[in-house]
């Protein structure tokens, strides 16, 4: 069994991730456009672990620290074994959701007690850290009826927003902010069709609103009271 405190070096994470070599420098050496570190020096950080070594001229990164990389960004199941690609146009996403290498601050209320008051969050059992969804898996959760209605729904802002841009630079939720979007839907159509709320009410009980002052019929009412209503 491998040792978790053993030194990688580029060549070898290439290996471990079945993929070339200049995609492990990328990993290592290039930040992201959307800011923060190289993708490996993200997940270091994360996790708390030291890197010295990834400054040599040969880096090395902890293997525990490749491997939470590798199974955050879809590459690696969690028992460690390769992920199947999904296949698809565009910007590959993981086949299953991934393992977020940061610690979770609650536990699933179905292996720990919770205290009174405290909500439960969705984990993976094995490692005990957060489930990341991205948009292959996000959409049924949060009650849309396909991949493509989510994604434009999200274009006109009409979707929960990311918990988070991952190390690749793709969008993720977690599962307690998608249900929570599926739960809400019937209050946010209630909300589309209700209309704003009446200006006042006539002594009749009848409802109005005001017109803004540059609407062509508050303009003839002015007119015929004598009055100019300044826009």
Known sequence: MARQDELLTLNEIAKLANVGRQTAQKWHQVPRKTG??????????????EIPEANDRSPRYPRKVVVAFLKAVGYMNADESL????????????????????????????????????????????????????????????????????????????????????????????RETLEKWAAGAEDRKAARYAGREPDGFTPAGQPFRLLPGDNYYAKKAAEQAGRTIEK
């Open 36 to 49: 923060g570190e190289s993708p490996l020096r993200m997940v270091a950080k994360a996790m708390d672990v």
């Open 83 to 174: 992920m199947e690609r999904r296949g698809g146009r565009g910007k590959w996403t993981p086949a299953r959701p991934t393992i977020d290498p940061r610690p979770a601050e609650q536990s699933d209320a179905e292996q720990f007690r919770l205290e009174p008051g405290r909500r439960a969050l969705y984990v993976d059992l094995a490692t005990g850290r957060r489930l990341r969804y991205y948009n292959a898996h996000a959409w049924p959760l949060a009650g849309f009826g396909s991949e493509n209605s989510f994604t434009t729904s999200r274009t006109l802002g009409r979707a929960p927003e990311p918990d988070g841009i991952d190390e690749l630079e793709r969008p993720y939720w977690f």
